[in-house]
Every structure is written in structure tokens, then in C-alpha cells.
């Protein structure tokens, strides 16, 4: 799902001008967009079977297709729709849980991909999950609620149309993917699942290195009013978002990270297919890939350039994307669910395209991103250190939620290193490089800082700064302490966002702080001094020479030759 939030109790502003252009942002999604089967009339009873509503049913050589409504264990209306091949079958079965969130063009693409899908042998149910567009009820956010919801569906599809028992799988983007994963979590009978954009941990984006997401929980906020009905539950969810923090040791958040429940993907050795893109403050790169790690199954990981959601819809590919996301899902499911008992080669779990381009990259495990992890020697600019909280800099993250696609179009976010200058930026830049290098992973940030008052927040950008002494934003991350002495040292270390960035020979790192970023609510007192102490600023990042190994892994999802 997507968010932002704002506020910070009296302290520094997370970024008016950051606010501005989110709220700019939302006012035009909001005009362009209906949600998917808005159109779809209203839906009538029928003297069906129970739980069975239709309103029309549409027809071509191959698939027929009709909406209906399924009652949740509570009984709250769930309105989908049905695409079912011709043929007698039994059919394998795939159930769609709807996204928080999308354009009409995707709905379009999607709505004609699912058909294709059925074309292909599929019995199709998608579904707006519960609280949103035409379904009754109100958001649960991908809690237990959504996970017995999508079971009811099986059991409907199960006993409504020729779908076979034993081939059940689910497939999902954005919220629909965080379903999709705990439902599959929970039923066994979901033997593989396929997740576009889908988080890991469900504290992911909305608390980051003990600091508020900001800009990220209003415009999440925002669009799931726009398009949904929030409950109490779900209030309370985004006002703790918003005014203390949600992380995974809240219960809440626990039961809708799939991560949590591990043990129950690697008994049911459920296939978990996950794609993401590098610029995704929803969903960090870093925990989906602790979470492959963890499981047992068969698995994959694809990351794409681009923000949430880029690499998978038809924006995206107008924008320049990668159009394959999607037929790398179909291929894994087909492998693990429709052709299901036929010998496949076994695909590499993970699967990268670098945001600089080039051919996709494929490595045995995430944790191996990290093994050219190398300490980097950094030298401050000359009286660097010394901050003032509240001043703004021109080191940014990108006005999101564009950022990302502005990166997958290959316009990058560009800063003259000349214009970061005390006391609103800290800099240390690193030696030119004598040969080119790929980071693969996540870099770690260590350092002393003296705060000018018990709480604050500092915000690190890495940058690749070129012979002309531009900068380009490769990743960055909050940091914000607590409950600290005014003026006594203390000790701090925070990793960065993974990427995936080929630097060139003559280029150098740099690594700038400052403490204002409109995707962060920072805890600073408006003016508070703050120093970060010069000699101690350390900087390690997984940096490999040239272009890194196993590219020449097989194709996910490809077929094995005889």
C-alpha cells in the first residue's frame, strides 16, 4: 500500500514545499482516476446458489466473464469478477485481490491481462478487498480480516465454477500483493503466489530508523479516503503512523507483515514470486530481501528502477520501463500452479536490473549482495559538521510520489555540490574512483553526533558525484534519536535503501547530512545546533569491480529443453 504522513508535534517542518507538491500531486490522481470496475453496475440477486450475485456476464470465443458478489465469513459483500475459459476442465485458479490504488489506464491493462490469463487456461476471481470501491465494509489493511476474505473467495470459486482444488494460486500488486502473501501465509491450499510490489514488513515505509514517515502516510491517507472507508481500527492505525511511529514489535503491524509468518510459508513450501522497484519508500528493498532469504520454497526476487509500482503498469512503460515484470509473474505461476508436476529449470532467487541499465543482473541469495561490502575512506569538506536544524538544503530525496519514475525515465535527481553548504548540509566526498564499480546492496553509516537537545533527526544522502562536481542521489535515509543529553556525544549507525548503481572511473562518493526532508517528520527543535563529529563519519558500501557475477543464470521461469 501507499502513505505518507506530516506533523512532527511543534518541530521542524518535514518540507512545505515537499507538502505542497504531494498535495498538488493527490488533487490530480484524484481527478484522472476511478477506481477499477467503477463502472460496473450495482449488483443485482439472483436466484442463484447462495453467495452468488451477478450483473452481467460477457462473452468472447475463449473466455466468458461475469461480476459477482461473495459474502465473507462476517458477511460483508465482496464484488469481484469471474473470467472462466471454455472447456470442461477442471481449470487451475487464480484469485486477484485489488490494488489500494490505481489509474484507469492500469485498470484497463489489468482487467485485459486477467482475460488473457483465462484465455490461457485460468479460472480468474478478482475482487476489490473489503472497504474499498464496490465492496462492503471497511479496510482491514491486509489484517485477518483480508487473509479470511481471500480464502472465502476459494471456497466460492471452488464451489461456483471448474476450478481445481489442487492448483489454487494468488496474484496480487501493492495492497493486493501484501493480501495476497498473508492469505497464502495462512491457506495451504494457495500453492504459489506472485506479489508486484508487495511490502514484507508492514512497518516498512511508515517508520524508518526510529523517524515518521511523513509525506509518505498523508498521501497514503489521502487516496484511501479518496477510494476506500477507513473503520476505528484503521483510524488508529494511521494516527499512530502519523504522531508516534509504527514499527514490527506493534502487534498490529506483526500480523500483516508476511514476514512474520515464515514458518508458515516454508511449511506449506509455498512458491513466493515478489518484484519491487529501487525508489519504493513503501516497500524498502532490504527487508523483501531479508525476507527471500528466510524462505524455503521455491523463490524470487526481481527489482526494477522506478517507485512504487512503476515496473508493472502501463505508465511505466510509457515512461520507459521494463515491460517484463508482468510475464515473469505469468511464467512463475504457471510453473508452480497451472502446469504444476512438469520439470522447470529452477530460477535464480534473485533477479536485478540495475537503475543505471544494462542487462539483468542474477545472484543465489539478497545476502549476497553484501559480500563486496568495503569500508570507504571519506575526507569533510573543510568546517562541514556543524548543522542548524530546520535549514533546508539542496540535498532532496524527490518529490514523491514522482520521484520514482522520474529515475526510471532516467532523469535523475541532480544537485551541484557547490550548493551544499553549512549549517544546513554536512559533506564528505571520497576519493575518485580509479576504476568503475557497481554497488550492489545496502551501505552502512556510522558516526559521533553531539545533539543540542534530547531529540533530533539527521537524514544522510548518498551521492555519485561526478567530474563537473554534480551530484546524483543514489539513496538515502533518516536517522533520529531520542532521550539523549544536550551537548554529550553519542554514537549512531543506520543502513541506507538498497540499489543498484554502476559508478564510472573518475566518479566519487559523497555522503551529506542535513535535517529538513519532506518524506521525513524530523524531531528537531526549529534552530537547535546539532554537530556530527568530522573524523568519525565512516561510510561501508557493497561495491564490486566491474559488473558483478551470475548474469548468466536462466531466465526466471524458463522452461527446461526436452
Known sequence: MRDRA????????????????????????????CPPGAAAEPARTTGSAPG????AQRQ???????????????????????????????????????????????????????????ASGYVVVSYDPRGFRRSGGEADLAGPADTSDLSRVIDWALDHSRADARRVGALGSSYGAGIALNAAAHDGRVRAVAALSGWADMSGGYYVNGTRAASITFFQGLVGRLH????????????????????????????????????????????????????????????????????EGPRQLQMYPGGHGDSRTVTARL?????????????????HVRDRGRRFEQPAPVVLAPRTGGP??????WRSLQHHLVPVALRPRPGTGRLTAGLPSAAES????????????????????????????????????????ALRGSAHVRGVLVPGAGTGT????????????????????????????????????????????????????????????????????????????????????????GRPPFTDAPAPGQRRQG
Open 6 to 33: 506530516a506533523g512532527g508535534r511543534g518541530r521542524c517542518p518535514a518540507g512545505a514545499a515537499g507538502r505542497l507538491g504531494v498535495v498538488v500531486t493527490a488533487a490530480l490522481l484524484s481527478s484522472t482516476a
Open 52 to 55: 452468488l450475485t451477478a450483473t
Open 60 to 118: 468472447d470465443t475463449q473466455v466468458t466473464s461475469r461480476d459477482v458478489a461473495v459474502r465473507a465469513a462476517d458477511g460483508t459483500p465482496l464484488a469481484g469478477t469471474v473470467y472462466e475459459p471454455s472447456g470442461p476442465g477442471p481449470h487451475p485458479l487464480l484469485v486477484v485481490p485489488g490494488a489500494w490504488f490505481s489509474l484507469p489506464a492500469d485498470d484497463v491493462e489489468t482487467a485485459l491481462k486477467l482475460r488473457a490469463l483465462a
Open 228 to 295: 476506500g472507508r477507513y473503520g476505528p481500527e484503521a483510524e488508529a492505525a494511521f494516527t499512530r503512523a502519523r504522531v508516534h511511529g509504527i514499527d514490527e514489535s506493534d502487534p498490529w503491524a506483526r500480523t500483516r507483515s508476511p514476514r512474520a509468518h515464515v514458518e508458515r510459508f516454508n511449511r506449506h513450501r509455498t512458491a513466493v514470486f515478489m518484484a519491487g522497484e529501487w525508489d519504493d519508500p513503501l516497500v524498502p528493498a532490504g527487508p523483501t530481501g531479508a525476507f527471500l532469504d528466510e524462505l
Open 319 to 335: 515512461g520507459g520501463g521494463e515491460p517484463m515484470v508482468w510475464e515473469q509473474a505469468v511464467a512463475w505461476l504457471d510453473s
Open 360 to 365: 539483468v543482473e542474477k545472484y543465489p541469495a
Open 398 to 437: 524527490g518529490p514523491y510520489p514522482v520521484a520514482g519514475k522520474l529515475d526510471q525515465a532516467g532523469t535523475r535527481l541532480t544537485v551541484p555540490m557547490p550548493l551544499l553548504t553549512s549549517p544546513a548540509a554536512a559533506v564528505w566526498q571520497g576519493d575518485r574512483l580509479p576504476h568503475a564499480r
Open 458 to 545: 539527521v537524514i544522510g544522502h548518498l551521492y555519485d558525484v561526478g567530474p563537473l562536481d554534480t551530484a546524483r542521489l543514489l539513496t538515502h535515509a533518516p536517522y533520529t534519536f531520542r532521550g539523549q543529553v544536550p551537548g554529550r556525544p553519542h554514537a549512531f549507525s543506520f543502513a541506507m535503501p538498497a540499489t543498484a548503481w554502476d559508478l564510472p572511473a573518475g566518479h566519487r562518493l559523497a555522503l551529506v547530512f542535513d535535517t529538513v526532508d519532506h518524506r521525513y517528520a524530523g524531531e528537531n527543535p526549529l534552530g537547535t545546533p546539532l554537530t556530527i563529529v568530522p573524523s568519525s563519519v565512516r561510510l561501508s558500501a557493497p561495491l564490486a569491480p
